[in-house]
């Protein structure tokens, strides 16, 4: 036996550096697993946006809310860049202005509607023509997924004296211990399964019971654009993001809406696009994205697939250059009703998988609430 401490966590994304995290501010000792000699999961593939106005008024909203609290004093304490940049949801159709309209009369959100003229003075990125409106909200959050696991890594180490072992797969739990590839075995009084998208290695019998669903998501990045960045620019969604966010299922409208789409181009629903940006200071711009769930999930990415995220994407935004400067995609584990799938293996081990799309989002929070409940 090595050593012993009070809280393992077996994945190193950011679930599992939010379950460290919160973990560590309860006073524990914490040992975190990861088996890639870097994340390079979703945590690092996607928009790194923190998306609040994407949550279902009450309960999911104020983690949201919980959560983007603790990004922003991850901020203020050095440990990467946040910024406080707001979204921007268009209309460029009748329905998607109603939609907007009947969000913003609920008064569930920290959100009001905003002219043209004000969306384009608050991004340059927006396509102006056909805009009818839109709906801005200030929760949003920015932050680089490419460098922010790495970044929070780095300060959970020196803050709390996190333990990070990389490159060290935990091929088996039995009871308070487990085991890594390379022979070793390890102990802790609380072991946390965060493994993301791998739902075979550890306890694959429970993750087939769970419901949880893997989706793949298409995502390209623009080259730098010419002109000068303000600070602080807004994410910017589509009119077709309405059909994806639960926090809009409350709207009467958002059938019509669906309907339309389902009706005028199909080829959007069944790959799931709908699409959003997020320009960084570099100028360069994050693009995305489609939903490809399950057994249609392939390795090879579609050519298709982007061709119709770049058509929608010009018809809401303006780029003075077009050209994709790098393409990917990520695969999220997504449970059809919950924010996450907590499981309780025993009273030491405990899964804790599934955030889907809003991982960046909701995982502080949630981590937070979980150490709270117990
Ligand atoms: C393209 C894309 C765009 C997205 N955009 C956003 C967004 O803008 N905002 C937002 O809120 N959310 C977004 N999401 C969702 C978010 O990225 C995910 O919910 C979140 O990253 C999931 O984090 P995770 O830690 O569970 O998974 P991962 O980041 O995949 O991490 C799991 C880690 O566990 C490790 N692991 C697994 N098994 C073991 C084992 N046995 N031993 C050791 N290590 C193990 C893996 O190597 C991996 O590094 C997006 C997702 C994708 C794919």
Known sequence: MDTDYDVAIIGGGIVGLAQAWMAARNGYKVIVFEKTSVAEGATVRNFGMIWPIG????????????????????GDAGALDVEPCGSIHLAH????????????????HA????SPAEICQRSSLVNPEGLLGGMYSDTELRVDPRTAAERIRRWLAEKFSVQFH????????????????????????????????????????????????????????????AKPLPENIPHIA???????????????????????????????DKFGVHVMASQFSSGEVILGDSHEYGENISPF?????????????????????????????????????????????NESVSLFVGTGGAGMTMSFGLANKYWNDR
């Open 238 to 268: 589509s009119g077709l993001t309405l059909r994806h966010y639960t926090s809009f299922n409350c709207c009467p409208s958002l059938e019509m809406l669906k309907n339309r789409i389902a009706r005028q181009a199909p080829e959007l």
């Open 301 to 345: 990415d579609k050519i298709e697939i982007d061709e119709l995220m770049i058509r929608e994407l010009k018809k809401v935004i303006r780029l003075n250059d077009w050209t994709i400067k790098e393409k990917w995609h990520g695969i999220y584990a997504k449970h059809p009703d919950l924010p996450v799938y907590e499981e309780d293996i």
């Open 166 to 225: 990389f490159e060290t797969l935990i091929t088996s739990v039995d009871g308070n211990e487990m085991l890594s590839s390379n022979n070793q075995r390890w102990n802790a009084g609380k072991i946390i399964i965060c493994s993301g998208s791998d739902l075979n290695t550890l306890y694959p019998e429970h993750f087939a019971k769970s419901n949880l669903v893997l989706c793949k998501l298409q995502m390209l990045r623009s080259v730098a654009q």
């Open 55 to 74: 949550q279902p008024a009450e309960e999911l909203y104020q983690i949201a809310n919980r959560s983007r609290e603790f990004w922003l004093e991850l």
């Open 111 to 114: 959100a009001e509607l905003i």
């Open 93 to 108: 159709n009748e329905d998607e202005m109603q939609v907007l309209q009947e969000f913003v009369n609920q008064q569930t």
